[in-house]
């Protein structure tokens, strides 16, 4: 059988940005396994440190905070983007070819502000280089106890990035049964977990009706995000 493991954006976000000739119709869930929250942070001499000094800052100058990201339709630049929409704010994005040189960029003080998973972030917040604002997940993350979220700032907005296996729907319902119970044992083991630590994937397993059910939420969630053409004119060419 073929299987698919993939980041849920595949199915959610890809499809409205390329001419695809799939949706999350087409597969049948067997699993996720990892989630991994988005972090926005800031350059160390930023003149806001928490998230309501940033929205304060940016509607009393408007496109003054410049925006990095690795790339137009990125999830880098599409978190960044939502959470302008929710707060009514506007920054100046600049895209980078990658998220190392729109980080290089930030650190330089050549960049006010960006979005990007902790782990790619936390050695420049060690070092002091970048700072952060606030953490787009339901609860505050293990590495980074002192980040408020989102929610906790007045900002409704949670990004994880999930990636999950996928099967073909056609897939027999024993065989998938079958390959979703090896998952979760997998995900259960000692040394998957310490492994998944080591490469600082945070594990976040969801069984097939549990899986299916956030996809059609994500799905529907960026259907609404697509339909606006402010945003879309954001993050296509």
Excluded at 5 to 20: D, G
Excluded at 28 to 41: F, K
Excluded at 109 to 127: E, H, T
Excluded at 185 to 196: G, K, L, P
Aim: charged share 20%; glycine share 6%.
């Amino acid at each position: 059988h073929t299987l698919l493991f993939a980041a849920t954006a595949v199915f959610s976000v890809v499809p409205h940005l390329n001419a695809a000739t799939y949706t999350w119709n087409d597969f049948a869930a067997i699993g996720n396994l990892t989630a991994v929250p988005m972090l926005m942070a800031a350059r160390s001499s930023a003149p806001y440190k928490t998230l309501k000094e940033l929205v304060a800052f940016a509607k009393a100058n408007p496109g003054a905070v410049n925006f990095a990201s690795g790339g137009l339709g990125t999830s880098m630049q599409i978190t960044g983007e939502e959470m302008q929409i929710l707060t009514d704010v506007t920054f100046t994005h600049i895209p980078f070819p990658g998220g190392g040189p729109a980080i290089q960029a930030l650190m330089s003080g050549n960049a006010d502000l960006i979005v990007a998973p902790p782990s790619i972030l936390k050695p420049a917040l060690d070092r002091g280089s970048i700072r952060p604002v606030a953490l787009f997940s339901e609860a505050r993350h293990p590495a980074l106890p002192d980040v408020p979220t989102g929610r906790e700032q007045g900002v409704d907005l949670v990004e994880n990035l999930k990636s999950g296996l996928v099967a073909p729907k056609a897939i027999p319902a024993a065989v998938a049964d079958k390959l979703s119970r090896a998952l979760e044992t997998a995900v259960n083991d000692s040394q998957c977990r310490e492994q998944m630590v080591k490469i600082n994937m945070d594990l976040a397993y969801m069984p097939p009706a549990e899986f299916d059910r956030v996809m059609r939420g994500e799905v529907a969630r960026y259907e609404k995000l697509f339909n606006n053409p402010a945003f879309v004119s954001r993050v296509k060419k």
